[in-house]
């Protein structure tokens, strides 16, 4: 991941500092001409060569711009854009290699005077080329600046392990559920649309680590009206989900009606048919026992929790594991943690310890 990326200002600062440090080298054989004229050699190349460093720091900090998983490419475009990443890149390294060119052209002039006050002129003039030049990428790097604050919030996401994400309606607990079964610690908080990120948690298994995706909240409405931070959602069903957990809320705390939930979840089963999905109802504890019937008959949910009391979590992590276990067997991209189960499955029976103390 990108460090830190220079401001335009900042490198032409330090590349001019850089120029401080360079003095006439004393020897006997060289005349005055000759060591002035090697002087001003050693200060266009320095302000050229430490220039044209920076800016290519900055290119070999996006090396992942073009072996990008499809998730991130997405997020990428969601927070910025891929292809002006690139295009700018590209006008970087263009702009390190005019740099080059003056500094070539400039030490030829050198070769034809040697007049002290020629030689100055012809540095000084160089030193302009250049800032003037590198004052054109400004605007670039200043995309790339801001571009990387926004990239720094996108969370770690490993390809090799099978993926959970929590979706539904704003305020349905979703945060709640991932904090409750996994590492991760999303912000929980008594008013809807708390999380505007995707927070990753994990939790062990056996045989592998499986990730547990926290979601921002959704609304029933067109994808086309979705903004940004819903789009991150759908991103995270699209790419990394093997299962999506979806959870309603009918209890006086939920954000959209009954019928607007189901509008939801009838779209993301339409835009997602081959993954399995998980309908759960939460805030049971808030509901009485004629509403939970009446979310069965609604929703057919199949799982009915209260993340804020634990009911009935051991059982939902119990059959969220037996899942991801089957998915882990059978789906090809899991080939490597399918090799380590069949070892693990004929590994022999642990032999159980005798108590000899009588």
């Given at each position: 991941m990108v460090k830190y990326i220079p401001s335009v200002d900042e490198i032409i600062t330090v590349a001019f500092n850089q120029l401080k440090n360079?003095?006439?080298?004393?020897?006997?054989?060289?005349?005055?001409?000759?060591?002035?004229?090697?002087?001003?050699r050693e200060r266009i190349s320095t302000l050229s060569e430490t220039i044209i460093d920076k800016l290519k720091d900055i290119s070999k900090q996006f090396p992942?711009?073009?072996?990008?998983?499809?998730?991130?490419?997405?997020?990428c475009d969601l927070?910025?854009?891929?292809?002006?990443?690139?295009?700018?890149?590209?006008?970087?390294?263009?702009?390190a290699n005019q740099i080059k060119e003056i500094e070539k052209e400039q030490l030829s002039k050198l070769k034809l005077t040697d007049h002290p006050l020629e030689m100055s002129k012809i540095r000084k003039e160089c030193n302009g080329r250049i800032a003037s030049i590198v004052k054109k990428a400004r605007g670039d790097v200043n995309y790339l600046r801001r571009i990387i604050k926004k990239l720094k919030t996108i969370p770690d996401f490993n390809v090799t392990y099978p993926t959970i994400v929590v979706a539904g309606a704003p305020n349905v607990g979703k945060s709640s559920l991932v904090r409750a079964v996994s590492s991760g610690?999303?912000?929980?908080?008594?008013?809807?649309?708390?999380?505007?990120?995707?927070?990753?948690?994990?939790?062990?298994?056996?045989?592998?680590?499986?990730?547990?995706?926290?979601?921002?909240?959704?609304?029933?409405?067109?994808?086309?009206?979705?903004?940004?931070?819903?789009?991150?959602?759908i991103t995270s069903m699209r790419y990394i989900s093997d299962i999506i957990v979806f959870i309603f809320d009918i209890s006086k705390d939920s954000t959209i009606t009954p019928e607007e939930q189901l509008n939801l979840f009838s779209d993301i089963e339409k835009e997602f048919p081959d993954i399995p999905?998980?309908?759960?109802?939460?805030?049971?504890?808030?509901?009485?026992?004629?509403?939970?019937e009446r979310s069965k008959t609604i929703f057919?949910?199949?799982?009915?929790?209260?993340?804020?009391?634990?009911?009935?979590?051991?059982?939902?992590?119990s059959i969220l594991e037996k899942k991801i276990i089957q998915i882990?067997?059978?789906?090809?991209?899991?080939?490597?943690?399918?090799?380590?189960?069949?070892?693990?499955?004929?590994?022999?029976?642990?032999?159980?310890?005798?108590?000899?103390?009588?």
């Open positions: 360079v003095r006439i080298r004393t020897s006997k054989r060289k005349t005055r001409e000759e060591k002035i004229a090697s002087l001003e992942w711009i073009e072996n990008i998983h499809p998730f991130y490419i997405e997020l927070l910025g854009n891929v292809d002006e990443i690139r295009r700018i890149l590209g006008r970087v390294e263009g702009i610690k999303p912000e929980v908080g008594e008013y809807p649309f708390t999380t505007k990120k995707i927070v990753f948690g994990h939790r062990d298994l056996i045989v592998t680590n499986v990730q547990i995706v926290d979601t921002p909240g959704l609304l029933d409405r067109p994808f086309k009206e979705r903004n940004v931070i819903e789009r991150q959602s999905i998980i309908k759960i109802l939460n805030k049971i504890d808030l509901l009485s026992e004629d509403e939970i057919e949910t199949e799982y009915h929790i209260s993340t804020k009391n634990s009911t009935n979590l051991d059982s939902l992590i882990v067997k059978t789906v090809e991209k899991f080939k490597e943690t399918q090799k380590i189960m069949i070892s693990e499955e004929f590994l022999p029976p642990k032999e159980e310890e005798i108590n000899y103390e009588f």
